[in-house]
């Protein structure tokens, strides 16, 4: 018989024993940064809540009883006193990806601090443009214009967009046209990407082939 606890099982009874420093809201118990199992503050659980609540801020969420911001000043100041590495990488802003799902139009091409000369614009407002967009990214990829993960990432926001014009036809698209075959074709396009990713050379990549 397997007598291992899991994280499911032990959760509930070592979140009831933490201390109150490991919480950045002791008052309210949240966003709690202590390893499980020790019970000291990890980096892993400080990068976690900042991480939460700097997400936060970007959807612009206001709680009533405390700031997000303050979190994110508390988790970085915590995160320089136990020299964590996340901290220690000279400043430089970790790029992220801004979607939109309500309104893909307001979506950045890949990053939020994209640089225009190198970005990969694409289409998908019809089937054409969708597969043009892929021969396109395929080609970069196979002539090592781009790696294969700033690939993927252009694949996963072809596939979300589309993903929210077909969630949202009815009410904000209403004149859209073959919404659910673009998106077939790019959801199709992402999980090649995805079964990519499993190969381990350029040359095994390069090989495989997507077939619109």
Known sequence: MNNKKYWKDLKPKTM???????????????????????KKINCKGLLAAHNRA??????????????YKKIVNKSRKLAKKHKCSWTQKGGKAKRQFLYNPNDPKKSFDVYIDKDPSD?????YTTIDDVK???????RLYKTKKYPH???????????????????????????????????????????FL???SKKKTFEERKAMVFTI
């Open 16 to 38: 009831k024993n933490y201390k109150s420093s490991c919480y950045l809201l002791p008052k309210y118990k949240k966003y709690p940064v202590c390893d499980k199992y020790t």
């Open 54 to 67: 700097a997400l936060s801020i970007r959807r612009k969420l206001k709680p009533k009883l405390y700031s």
């Open 119 to 123: 970005t990969i614009h694409m289409k």
């Open 132 to 138: 043009n967009t892929i021969k396109k990214l395929e």
């Open 149 to 191: 993960k700033r690939i993927w990432q252009v694949g996963m926001i072809l596939k979300v967009r589309l993903e929210a014009m077909k969630k949202h036809k009815n009410s904000l698209y209403p004149g859209a046209k073959n919404v659910h075959q673009r998106f077939t074709l790019a959801n199709k396009y992402f999980k």
């Open 194 to 196: 995805g079964k990519r």
